[in-house]
Structures are given as C-alpha cells and as structure tokens.
C-alpha cells in the first residue's frame, strides 16, 4: 500500500485557494470556465493547478465528491420512507439541485455515466446505484411503471435539470420533474 504524504502547508493553502476559486469561476461561467482564470485568481500558476487536479474532471469531481456522497447517503435514509415514489421523487430532486449547481454540470455528469475514462465516472455510479435501489423498491410497491429504468430516469433528471432555468420562476426543474413522474406513475 502505497503511504500518501501529507501536503506542506503552502501546498495545502493553494489547494484550498484553487477550490474556493474553482467553485466561483464555475458557478459564474459554468464547467467550462478558464482553468488559467482559476489559477489566477488563486495567486498560483496554472501548473501548480494541474498537480493538484489533472483535469476538469478532477477538478470538478473534487469540489462536488461531498454533494455526491451526501446523495447517496441521503438514498440509503429514504429506503425506509413509507412512500417509494415519494421517496424516488425526493431524492431526484435533491439530485437535481446538486446537478443544477453548475451551468454544464448536467450534460457532464449524463456523459460520464458511459464514460469510464471520466474521474466523474464513479461517483455517477455510486449516484446510479442509489438510484437503483430507490427505483427498484417504487417498482416492487406497485407506484412506478416496471418498464421504466434507472438510466432513463437519471438522463430525465438531467434533461429537466438543464431545462428548468430557462423556464419562467424559481420552479423550472421541480415543475418539470413533477410532469416527467406524473408520466411514469404506475396505473
């Protein structure tokens, strides 16, 4: 097993800076913001930034690996929720805000779901096997159509994710999600 060193405090203060940063450059210019602009704005040179964080995809993974976690904690609690659908319904939303965090985050994190090459691969796994499990108990309680599979269900998420800002109001998603499960409610 290979020891991880500990960073230096310098090396920890300029990780920390770049993070900060990253999180304002994408939420004001979505994923595709200029990672020299990031750098900069963190008073360190671009290779300094790309030994922390060797691609967007780290980068990015990095700054959302907590939001990820907490939805698949956020899963595991809902499995005990009496009303599967409602449950299913809940954690996508929830979903949904954490994809919507990022103007480009939705169609990246649907790209890296068939993308093993991508860092963000896993963590949109472990998000598909969440999903799963809800999916599969809203099946089994007769509230969800059995046709309907979790990949589906998540490209939809994403859809309406990208779709609801540029809908009228604060709602745009959560209207769009409410329409997407009144489609995919069992009869």
Same mark, same amino acid.
């Given at each position: 097993?290979? +020891?991880?060193?500990?960073?230096?405090?310098?090396?920890?203060?300029?990780?920390?800076?770049? =993070?900060?940063?990253?999180?304002?450059?994408?939420?004001?210019?979505?994923?595709?913001?200029?990672?020299?602009?990031?750098?900069?704005? @963190?008073?360190?040179?671009?290779?300094?930034?790309?030994?922390?964080?060797?691609? !967007?995809?780290?980068?990015? +993974?990095?700054?959302?690996?907590?939001?990820?976690?907490?939805?698949?904690?956020?899963?595991?609690?809902?499995?005990?929720?009496?009303?599967?659908?409602?449950?299913?319904?809940?954690? =996508?939303?929830?979903?949904?805000?954490?994809?919507?965090?990022?103007? &480009?985050?939705?169609?990246?994190? @649907?790209?890296?779901?068939?993308?093993?090459? /991508?860092?963000?691969?896993?963590?949109?796994?472990?998000? !598909?096997?969440?999903? /799963?499990?809800?999916?599969?108990? @809203?099946?089994?309680?007769? +509230? =969800?159509?059995?046709?309907?599979?979790?990949?589906?269900?998540?490209?939809?998420?994403?859809?309406?994710?990208?779709? &609801?800002?540029? =809908?009228?109001?604060?709602?745009?998603?959560?209207?769009?999600?409410?329409?997407?499960? +009144?489609?995919?409610? @069992? /009869?």
């Amino acid at each position: 097993m290979t +020891e991880v060193k500990p960073m230096r405090a310098d090396a920890r203060r300029n990780y920390e800076r770049l =993070l900060e940063e990253a999180q304002r450059a994408f939420a004001e210019h979505g994923v595709e913001a200029s990672l020299e602009d990031v750098a900069r704005r @963190a008073g360190v040179g671009i290779g300094t930034l790309y030994r922390h964080f060797p691609t !967007r995809d780290a980068l990015l +993974e990095t700054l959302l690996r907590a939001r990820f976690d907490g939805q698949a904690e956020r899963a595991r609690e809902l499995l005990t929720d009496p009303a599967p659908l409602e449950a299913l319904q809940a954690w =996508l939303l929830g979903l949904g805000d954490t994809t919507g965090t990022f103007r &480009g985050l939705a169609e990246l994190t @649907a790209d890296a779901l068939n993308d093993e090459t /991508s860092r963000l691969y896993a963590s949109c796994h472990a998000m !598909r096997d969440a999903a /799963s499990q809800l999916v599969e108990r @809203a099946q089994a309680a007769g +509230e =969800l159509r059995a046709d309907v599979t979790t990949h589906e269900l998540l490209l939809l998420l994403h859809a309406a994710s990208w779709a &609801g800002p540029h =809908l009228p109001g604060d709602a745009g998603m959560q209207r769009l999600l409410a329409l997407v499960f +009144e489609g995919l409610r @069992a /009869s």
